[in-house]
């Protein structure tokens, strides 16, 4: 072969091998945007299984995120920030107020609301008087001397102040004075939040709490269902759960904050200082997504609530803002 003919075909051969080369890497995720590293989570105990179960379809997408889920009371979780300096990535809370209040604007920028509950009352089929339990007498069995129920820390979760937002709007509902010696009856079954009493449940040391719909249902409970004008279900009854009120711990430690009663509406943001805001935009973005993690919550007990105006719109990061209203 001559020279200039071997020449030739090198030639050829590299031009095929720099096409193949280049068509094989235009298939390829460029390296900016891979989504890696841990991303920490701050969230309700009540979130503990739809978040696990997101967690687990997002990272199939995503096999290099490594999700840290800490469970806790809303407010607790929110002291880890204010108080002890901890950082997360996302805060996931059972009151949207919580962050309104507590961490925004110092160490959140901007709240979205995406899902609701609703208190119920659960038991299990052995609890004392379970068979004869209904809308009309509950309260009538949770006070008697040989039934012990158990709720939440008002001052760490907000389930605990709602189970007494239930207990005072009963006195209105049944006109009777229930609230005053239903909080002062079993002290001692106060837990931090409000999946501790399941155990507690479980184990036959209570017969009844005040718990999440959600909770129950992701838990195989038995529960008794309150009517709305109690249950803190209706965003249309606000005016009428507005009633229900209660001084907690404030923001600094010997400070006290007034809680109302309002229905329901789950919170979510991404701190200040979050260390893996990309993985965390990504995380969010598929949470509240209809086809993904707002899927799951609802197969949960936890229903999806419409995008609301957001008064941080303009903070709110691009990839979210379809999921929240300018004002």
């Given at each position: 072969?001559?020279?200039?003919?071997?020449?030739?075909?090198?030639?050829?051969?590299?031009?095929?091998?720099?096409?193949?080369?280049?068509?094989?890497?235009?298939?390829?995720?460029?390296?900016?945007?891979?989504?890696?590293?841990?991303?920490?989570?701050?969230?309700?105990?009540?979130?503990?299984?739809?978040?696990?179960?997101?967690?687990?379809?997002?990272?199939?997408i995503n096999p290099d995120v490594e999700i840290l889920m800490e469970a806790a009371g809303s407010l607790a979780c929110a002291r880890k920030m204010t108080e002890l300096n901890q950082e997360c990535?996302?805060?996931?809370?059972?009151?949207?107020?919580?962050?309104?209040?507590?961490?925004?604007?110092?160490?959140?920028?901007?709240?979205?609301?995406?899902?609701?509950?609703?208190?119920?009352?659960?038991?299990?089929?052995?609890?004392?008087?379970?068979?004869?339990?209904?809308?009309?007498?509950?309260?009538?069995?949770?006070?008697?001397?040989?039934?012990?129920?158990?709720?939440?820390?008002?001052?760490?979760?907000?389930?605990?102040?709602?189970?007494?937002?239930?207990?005072?709007?009963?006195?209105?509902?049944?006109?009777?004075?229930?609230?005053?010696?239903?909080?002062?009856?079993?002290?001692?079954?106060?837990?931090?939040?409000?999946?501790?009493?399941?155990?507690?449940?479980?184990?036959?040391?209570?017969?009844?709490?005040?718990?999440?719909?959600?909770?129950?249902?992701?838990?195989?409970?038995?529960?008794?269902?309150?009517?709305?004008?109690?249950?803190?279900?209706?965003?249309?009854?606000?005016?009428?759960?507005?009633?229900?009120?209660?001084?907690?711990?404030?923001?600094?430690?010997?400070?006290?904050?007034?809680?109302?009663?309002?229905?329901?509406?789950?919170?979510?943001?991404?701190?200040?200082?979050?260390?893996?805001?990309?993985?965390?935009?990504?995380?969010?973005?598929?949470?509240?997504?209809?086809?993904?993690?707002?899927?799951?919550?609802?197969?949960?007990?936890?229903?999806?609530?419409?995008p609301k105006v957001n008064t941080n719109y303009d903070k709110v990061p691009l990839v979210l803002k379809k999921f929240v209203l300018e004002k």
């Amino acid at each position: 072969m001559k020279k200039a003919n071997y020449l030739i075909i090198l030639f050829a051969l590299s031009i095929i091998l720099a096409c193949t080369g280049k068509s094989d890497r235009s298939n390829e995720q460029p390296a900016d945007s891979v989504i890696s590293g841990k991303l920490v989570i701050f969230h309700a105990g009540s979130l503990s299984v739809p978040l696990k179960e997101i967690a687990q379809e997002f990272r199939k997408i995503n096999p290099d995120v490594e999700i840290l889920m800490e469970a806790a009371g809303s407010l607790a979780c929110a002291r880890k920030m204010t108080e002890l300096n901890q950082e997360c990535d996302i805060i996931a809370v059972s009151d949207y107020k919580v962050i309104d209040n507590m961490l925004i604007p110092k160490y959140c920028q901007w709240n979205i609301p995406f899902a609701g509950n609703e208190m119920i009352i659960a038991f299990r089929p052995d609890s004392k008087l379970a068979s004869e339990i209904k809308t009309t007498n509950w309260f009538e069995i949770l006070m008697r001397k040989d039934v012990h129920f158990g709720r939440s820390d008002p001052n760490s979760d907000p389930c605990g102040y709602r189970s007494i937002f239930t207990m005072q709007l009963s006195d209105l509902f049944y006109k009777k004075d229930i609230s005053n010696s239903m909080i002062l009856k079993d002290q001692k079954y106060i837990r931090p939040k409000e999946t501790d009493l399941i155990a507690l449940l479980e184990e036959k040391e209570l017969d009844y709490i005040f718990i999440y719909l959600s909770v129950a249902i992701q838990h195989h409970l038995n529960f008794l269902v309150l009517p709305d004008s109690i249950n803190l279900k209706k965003p249309e009854l606000d005016k009428l759960y507005s009633g229900a009120k209660l001084e907690i711990l404030g923001i600094k430690p010997g400070q006290k904050q007034l809680v109302q009663g309002e229905s329901m509406i789950y919170g979510i943001s991404i701190p200040e200082k979050a260390s893996n805001r990309k993985a965390a935009e990504a995380f969010l973005a598929f949470l509240l997504s209809p086809e993904n993690g707002m899927k799951i919550m609802k197969k949960n007990g936890q229903n999806p609530i419409p995008p609301k105006v957001n008064t941080n719109y303009d903070k709110v990061p691009l990839v979210l803002k379809k999921f929240v209203l300018e004002k």
